[in-house]
């Protein structure tokens, strides 16, 4: 009876335009969706039979196959510049970066489809800029065994790339190449808005769509007023017309969804908050996994036509928010790099959820939760969409990055950061940071053991540069992403994931029974030092009684130990 259903729908929704260019959604009457080459092919023939479509070839990705970028529009651009010129908004649309959640891409092609052959006539002023599907490799790894409790379709991608990477974790770090041609499309199309589609896991309820916008305080400024006031509530109220009741991304586990939950915090690491520090309003749309197929499908693609309209109806006020945010930016002296949900405001939100409990598992014997989806129930919840500012920053005039650290840099000019090489050796005058504490973990996240509770102390010196350094300078629209990415102590930040971690381990040192005698002389020229040892050995017995720590704090204190020692290598210029 579903298929039926499923295939009604595809006729009523989507009209007579299947039989121009049918998908495979619509053939297998919302069963199947296709594989990566009958996507791409898909799309191909699209784009040869409508000039309002074109299907550009991008960067490479780890599964040897180049991403794509279809850009949709009704006078058929194509030149990103020369759409900016021309005032048109860009909303850039992210597909299958977890390929075992199509929605999006099967959507997309119903909505370029739709607009290609007329049944949507595309506002003059939008651009649809669409990439077909993201993780190639994860699309090719195709399997009906994946995602075992999502309902449909028959077969799918799995969710790690082709080097098993969580591309959505990837934004900043860049271990794929998927990435690095990401960052190439972002800063091509320089979005105005940006949807990635998603399915989400986690409690069951009555809502088809959950969205997670991007957190309104991180933000920042008139851009996260005007989201949390005017856009998020706009995309509700058009997809609430449309029958479709939005929640946020249920941010809540087990039996306690219905007391509420705080605001996902988008961090950089994901699409959406890369898509932030570039001043862009960006959202991630999580249809729920137990719904039907044909129902995540046509969810996603009013979702998209919500999105259309609002920026359509707005594009006067989102470019204008944009320039002033951009402007802004490049003299905004204080940047926050950490946020902490505030439990003390929250909004009021409708949940459609099902009943919970618990009952004997048929596996253990214990008790399990489950959703008894014959008593559904609406309760007015929580939500706590507010956070307040933790650690501050104060804006660097510029930062310095020698040049061996190429790695760091070859990602800043991926980014498009405005940086110069030194064309001289230079004495500077600049503020290090030591790092005086970090965790790192003890297992791998994504092929990193990254670094957390980053403690820094801070000093000012002179310090010699060489020609071919960068200096980096912070009066640019890219301010925030490089405090987000150089701050030590940002969650996101290139410490964090490991980039400068050689300078945390020592390369010299010394044979204890030669430096005995150094040090001792050394004592004896520095009485100061010697009464700080003493006071150490009264205050700390475990010292007192390890005669190699105590000839390694001589050493410590010494001009011996190497000074890229626990040096954190990006120096702050601060002629403010």
């Known amino acids: 009876m579903k298929y039926i ?33 009958e996507i791409i092919r898909w799309w191909k023939t699209l784009d040869q039979h409508s000039d309002k479509v074109h299907l550009r070839t991008m960067g490479m990705t780890d599964a040897g196959q180049p991403l794509h970028l279809a850009v949709v529009s009704q006078a058929g651009d194509t030149d990103f510049e020369r759409m900016r010129k021309e005032n048109k908004r860009v909303i850039l649309v992210n597909n299958g970066i977890h390929p075992g959640e199509p929605d999006g891409i099967d959507a997309s092609m119903l909505l370029a489809r739709d607009i290609a052959f007329g049944k949507i006539r595309m ?8 990439i077909p599907v993201y993780n190639i490799g ?66 069951d309820y009555q809502h088809i769509m959950t969205l997670i916008c991007s957190q309104h305080n991180k933000l920042g400024g008139i851009m996260g007023e005007f989201m949390n006031k005017d856009f998020e509530p706009g995309i509700y109220a058009s997809m ?25 915090m988008d961090g950089p690491r994901y699409s959406s908050g890369y898509a932030a520090l570039w001043h862009s309003f960006s959202f991630v749309a999580e249809t729920h996994m137990l719904k039907a197929y044909d129902q995540r499908v046509q969810a996603t693609y009013e979702l998209m036509l919500s999105f259309m309209d609002f920026t359509s109806g707005h594009s006067k006020q989102i470019k204008e928010l944009r320039e002033a945010t951009k402007n802004q930016v490049k003299s905004q002296r204080e940047f926050t790099i950490t946020w902490n949900p505030d ?36 309760k007015t919840i929580p939500f706590y969409n507010h956070y307040l500012p933790g650690q501050k920053v104060q804006k660097a005039s510029a930062y310095v990055i020698p040049q061996g650290w190429w790695k760091v840099i070859d990602l800043l000019r991926l ?23 970090y ?78 005698d150094i040090a001792a002389e050394y004592l004896q020229r520095h009485p100061d030092l010697k009464e700080k040892l003493a006071e150490r050995r009264q205050s700390d017995s475990t010292f ?31 002629s403010q």
Not at 179 to 201: G, Q, T
Not at 551 to 564: G, M
């Open 5 to 37: 259903f499923a295939c009604l729908l595809c006729l009523n929704l989507f009209g007579g335009y299947g039989q121009t260019l049918p998908t495979l959604f619509e053939t297998s009457q919302a069963r199947e969706t296709p594989d990566y080459w």
């Open 123 to 130: 506002p003059d002023q939008l651009v649809l800029a669409i």
């Open 138 to 203: 994860g699309c090719l790894d195709r399997s009906p065994d994946y995602r075992v409790d999502q309902n449909g379709p028959e077969a799918f991608g799995f969710r790690g790339n082709s080097q098993n990477l969580d591309l959505n974790r990837d934004f900043i770090k860049c271990d794929s190449k998927e990435a690095r041609a990401f960052a190439e499309i972002f800063h091509l199309a320089d979005p105005d808005v940006f949807l990635d589609n998603h399915v989400s896991n986690g409690a």
């Open 240 to 264: 609430k017309k449309k029958g479709y009741d939005l929640i946020p991304y249920v941010n809540a586990f087990g039996d306690r969804v219905d007391q509420g939950w705080p605001e996902f």
């Open 343 to 378: 439990r003390t405001r929250s909004s009021e939100r409708l949940y459609k959820g099902y009943e919970s409990g618990y009952r004997k598992s048929e596996v253990s014997g214990l008790d399990r939760l489950y959703y008894d989806r014959t008593r559904p129930y609406e």
């Open 415 to 437: 980014n498009k950061v405005n940086m110069m090489p030194l064309d001289r050796d230079t004495l500077m005058e600049v503020e290090v940071y030591r790092i005086e504490e």
């Open 439 to 516: 965790e790192s973990s003890s297992r791998p996240f994504e092929g990193h053991h990254i670094n957390t509770k980053v403690r820094t102390s801070i000093s000012v010196g002179k310090m010699s540069f060489r020609k071919g350094d960068y200096l980096v300078p912070l009066d640019q629209v890219a301010n925030r992403f490089l405090v987000e990415v150089l701050e030590p102590a940002a969650p996101d930040s290139y410490f964090t994931w490991n980039f400068f971690d050689a300078v945390l381990g020592q390369k010299e040192g010394y044979s204890a029974y030669a430096f005995e």
């Open 544 to 574: 007192a009684r390890s005669a190699r720590a105590q000839l390694y704090y001589v050493y410590e204190h010494s001009p011996w130990i190497e000074p890229a020692f626990m040096r954190y290598p990006v120096y702050r210029v601060n």
